[in-house]
Structures are given as C-alpha cells and as structure tokens.
C-alpha cells in the first residue's frame, strides 16, 4: 500500500476514538466546623481553632499554648493570652492541648528537671505535642515554616523544651514567666529559633533573676540570641508597651537582639515592671503578640 495512504485510513480511528476528556474538577471541599479535634489516637484530644470558612486548603500558620502548672488550656487561653480574638484578622490556627494529670490532681509538663514532672512519671509530651503537629500537616494545608509554641510558666518551660528539642520544625517561641534547662548543654540542639521572652520583675514563682534552678530572663535572652548568631553587647533599647491592666503607663520594657543574627532570626525580651507571674493583660496584649510571631519563619 503507498504510503501516501496511512494517513487516511488512521483518521476513520482517531475519530471513532475521539479526544480525551479533560480530568473532572475537584469538588470544593467544605468549611472546617470549629472547634476541630486531634490527638484522639494518642488519647490525649486537643482543641484547635480556626478562621470561619476555611476549608483545610489555605496553608495557615499554627500557634500552640501550653498552660501553667495546675491550670488548663481553656483557662490559659481565656483569662491570659486571649489570642483567638486575633484569628480571623491574622488567619491562623490556634492549639489548645492539656497536660497529664498528677496524683495530685494538677495538669502538668514535663518540661525539664525544674519544672514540672514532680511524681517522675516520664510522659513524652514532647513526642505528644509532635504529633498533634504531624496530625494537623497530614490531614490539612498548614505553613509549615510558621509553627510557633507560646506558654505560660510551666507551658513556658515546655515551649523552651520543644525549641530545644525540634527547632528544626519551630519558626519562634513565646515563653511568659517560664524559663529553660540551668545547664545549656541540656539543650540538645544547638539550632536557633527567635524568642520573645516576656517575664514579670516582681515573680515570685519562677523569679526573673537568676535562680540554682534555671536562668533568668536576662541570661536566657543572650543564651538564645548567641545561639542564633547575634551580637550578644549589641542588644538595643527597643522602647516601652502598655500591655498590663492596673500599672499605671508603658510598663513593659523591650530590648531586642538585632545585629548579626542568622537566617533572619531575633530575640526579644519584654520585661515586665513590677509585675508578678501571672499578668492581667488588656486586648492589646495579643495585638502585639500574634503579628510578632507571625512575622518570623523558619
């Protein structure tokens, strides 16, 4: 058969065939109902909580706040950081886990040798709070280079333990009245993570000098800043904030670790003038706080 023919007998074919059909679009999927619920498959459920509308498919960052000693999430987040009035102007997902329970009745962190694993039960609530995060990347769209930890007290000491631990996975850290391991060796990375550290002067259970226990406030802000590079002589005066209800004026000191830091990260200190361990913060507080995590990546 002349070549010249193939052709004309291939078509008859090519259009009983016809053209492939294009893929069929994705169904949207619909809005996350809130409060949403992980950790169920590590019997320890945990709250989370989210911007109306959101389907799981816009990557938002994550924000975890650990409670203090004897508290729980729910009172943390309610009486002391307030930071779900900020999710959906900010748009991020909010963690609220617990702690186990002592023999004592009294929700915990096993944070470090200081604080607060005083039955020596051993929990893992390091490998506890890990996977809630795998939970949430697995099963939904998050940015995962804007992870954050924040906490108060004990929760403090156990968002020192996770940049201590996983600062591969943590952009930044937020610690009120907590401190970390005396020995920084205890640390076992020595990668850095950028901290706002914000301790009272007048606490009275985790004191903001130095203690045989765990560093102060001043000491572990220029441990974190070495780590991350910075030049530790030249932290700069960065003014005052008005975050406190009942102290009169801007009773918040800041002072910032700016020069020299690697990959874009920095350590602040926020202290607070004559204030105790458990501050009484206004609205503004999370107004400062959650536009400062979020603009620190990994």
């Known amino acids: 058969m002349p070549r010249c023919l193939c052709p004309f007998l291939l078509l008859p074919l090519l259009l009983a065939c016809g053209t492939p059909e294009a893929p069929p679009e994705p169904l949207p999927r619909d809005p996350v109902v809130w409060p949403l619920t992980i950790g169920v498959s590590q019997d320890r459920p945990a709250e989370v909580r989210g911007p109306e509308g959101w389907t799981g498919e816009e990557a938002l960052?994550?924000?975890?706040?650990?409670?203090?000693?004897?508290?729980?999430?729910?009172?943390?987040?309610?009486?002391?950081?307030?930071?779900?009035?900020?999710?959906?102007?900010?748009r991020f997902l909010l963690v609220l886990p617990n702690g186990t329970v002592n023999p004592d009745g009294s929700q915990f962190w096993n944070a470090t040798d200081a604080c607060c694993d005083g039955y020596n039960s051993g929990v893992d609530d390091v490998g506890y709070l890990m996977g809630l995060l795998d939970e949430l990347e697995?099963?939904?769209?998050?940015?995962?280079?804007?992870?954050?930890?924040?906490?108060h007290s004990n929760g403090g000491f156990m968002s020192f333990r996770m940049a201590c631990e996983h600062p591969e996975?943590?952009?930044?850290?937020?610690?009120?009245?907590?401190?970390?391991w005396l020995d920084p060796e205890d640390c076992?990375?020595?990668?850095?993570?950028?901290?706002?550290?914000?301790?009272?002067?007048?606490?009275?259970?985790v004191p903001y000098?130095?203690?045989?226990?765990?560093?102060?406030?001043?000491?572990?802000?220029?441990r974190w800043a070495a780590r991350a590079g910075c030049d530790i002589d030249?932290?700069?005066?960065?003014?005052t904030l008005d975050l406190i209800n009942g102290v009169e004026g801007s009773e918040t000191l800041v002072l910032e670790y700016?020069?020299?830091?690697?990959?874009?990260?920095?350590?602040?200190?926020?202290?607070l003038d004559s204030v105790g361990h458990v501050p009484i913060f206004h609205d503004g507080f999370s107004e400062v706080v959650i536009p400062w995590l979020l603009a620190r990546t990994r």
Do not use: N
């Not at 994550?62 to 999430?73: E, M, P, S, Y």
């Not at 697995?138 to 906490?151: K, N, P, Q």
């Not at 030249?234 to 003014?239: E, K, P, Y």
């Open 61 to 90: 960052p994550v924000i975890f706040v650990l409670h203090g000693f004897g508290a729980d999430a729910e009172l943390q987040e309610t009486f002391v950081f307030r930071f779900s009035r900020q999710i959906e102007a900010e």
């Open 188 to 205: 076992t990375s020595g990668a850095p993570v950028s901290v706002l550290d914000i301790h009272g002067t007048e606490d009275d259970s």
């Open 138 to 151: 697995a099963g939904y769209s998050i940015d995962s280079d804007r992870v954050y930890f924040t906490g």
């Open 258 to 271: 700016r020069e020299g830091c690697h990959d874009g990260k920095v350590v602040d200190l926020w202290t």
């Open 234 to 239: 030249a932290a700069q005066d960065g003014g």
């Open 209 to 222: 000098l130095d203690s045989s226990y765990y560093p102060g406030a001043e000491s572990r802000a220029a």
């Open 169 to 180: 996975r943590i952009a930044a850290i937020m610690p009120l009245a907590g401190s970390t």
